[in-house]
């Protein structure tokens, strides 16, 4: 039990140290988009009545105007709209990808389009008591004022549209995104669409009806829609509103101005590239933003958002001058057992003196096709199963036999295991001499993928057996395995240069999996598995001899389940409540 607690801590200290300041605007977007979702969803009942748009109307309201919801939503909008006019100060270099920019411009847009809406609904409720509803505000826009119809609209799809590619820049990397790509992109057509069709049917409806004295003198009284006085004081609070808003960015882009004039009085430094390509820049760009700004190619899968480690740097020479990793930079770097202090992320270190360094991973192109139909292959987030297996004394193996027939037996050991990687459902990924790393879970469930992995690893066993038979006449003693199974997230993508790319998956998780390979040699044994293998997998905690051991580049010791004969594993699989050593 405090093993468990003490874990559990630990994921939690780690997933707080993650938080930064794209998280905080993440989560305050995700209520804002949720709001976005239930107002349309709400708009769209106007394709069936108007008795439909008041229930769904009063419902809305109930919820959204619930204390605790109403105080999230206005803090979200008001945290999220701070930290978008921050985007626009902090960013130095537009010069990413189109789709970008236009997410920054439309979100920048939208507080200037809503603040009459907003003044007119909330804030003439709040101060005068004006019950604005679906009748009173389509009157509003279908009658007294046509040309807001436009405004309105644009409005809807401006939101929309920024919400949508958050969303996408949130869930492209995640393990579910292939999959859920056509029905997200179906909701992202079908919800908008049918908001605007309700909002056009609610319109002609509310048109039709206003010509009748009866309904003007039920839905356009003064304590519906406020007297001229109440009225012309909202547009005047709004025009105000919207005046301080313009205002606020002006003086943003003014500050940038003076920002970049700052710094190159303060001075330029020289940045590096290894490879003899040198650029000049001003003090306080990161290296990613010198990069694109001088068309230098940088690899950076998740745009520069401390969301992966693509573009990651190691630094040439003395690394006490580069300013201290913030917590995001650490988290990231952590996650990928990067902990050698001259290994940098490019998009979060701002030098200030000049520096020297070269790229971990050089930047490729790939076909737009390619992207479109195998998107896992420039980058993606997703928990994966890693399985390393090596074969034991290959090197007295070619002491005393010719070169071929050394690699004969070398390629026969790890057709076996790459047979057993395939038939359980895993897919055999890099093969570093004697040993391979396969990877489970690319198309399966976490619980799934690591039940692949303990069968491949019983499977592994018994295909050895039998090479162990087949070569017994040419061996002196029976070849002998070692394997390390662990899980998590990890990067997976094409890793490489120029025609010489292979698809694999990078993270702490793999790291892991070839420390606890190495293992099964100070432990004599056959199989190491890390403790979230067997709960992830569903087996009994008592099903399995249980070590405490201390993993290369992890502080905190790790508990292991270790096998002695990985054959044995087939039976713990198919039956849970089985013991095996």
Known sequence: MNHMTSRSLSRLAKSIQGIGVRQVRLGCGMVLYTYLVSHFLNHALGNISMDALATGVRYHTLFWQFLPVAITLYTAALVHSGLGIWALYQRRQFRWKAIEPLQLVLGLSIPALIIAHIVGVRLGQTLFGNEKLYPQELYSFWVARPYRIWLMSAVLIIAWVHGSIGLYFWLRM??????????????????????????????????????????????LSPQQIGTAAQQGTLEDIADYCLIGYLGLLGLVLLARGARALNERRGGMITLSYGNGRTVRVPKGLSVLEASLR??????????????????????????????????????????????????????????VEDLSFFQLFMPHTMSANAHASQPHRIGQERYLVSMFVDMRGSTNLAEHRLPFDTVFIVNRFLSAVSQAVVECGGQPNQFVGDGELALFGLHTSPKTACRQALK????????????????????????????????????????????????????????????????????????????EVRVTAGLPADGLPEQEVAIRGRTELMIVRYVTHAKTLTGLVEDPDAVVA
């Open 174 to 219: 995640k393990a579910f995104f292939e999959r859920a790509a056509p029905f997200l992109l179906a909701a992202a057509v079908l919800v908008p669409t049918l908001a605007l069709l309700g909002f056009y049917q609610a319109g002609r409806s509310v048109v039709e009806d206003s010509a009748s004295a009866q309904w003007r003198a039920d839905n």
């Open 294 to 351: 001088n068309n230098v190619p940088h690899a950076s899968v998740c745009g520069g958002r401390a969301r992966c480690s693509t573009c990651r740097i190691r630094v040439i020479g003395d690394c006490g001058l580069l300013p201290a990793p913030s917590k995001r930079e650490n988290f990231v770097l952590n996650r990928v057992g990067a902990t050698d202090p001259s290994i940098r992320l490019a998009c979060q270190l701002r030098p």
């Open 456 to 531: 491949a690893a019983a499977m592994i066993a018994a295909n050895i057996e039998e090479l162990n038979q087949f070569l017994s006449h040419d061996l002196h003693e029976p070849i002998r395995f070692g394997i390390g199974i662990h899980g998590g997230e990890v990067i997976i993508g094409d890793i490489g240069y120029r025609d010489h790319m292979v698809f694999t998956a990078l993270g702490d998780a793999v790291n892991v999996a070839a420390r606890l390979q190495d293992m099964t040699k100070t432990l004599a044994c056959e199989t190491i598995l890390s403790e």
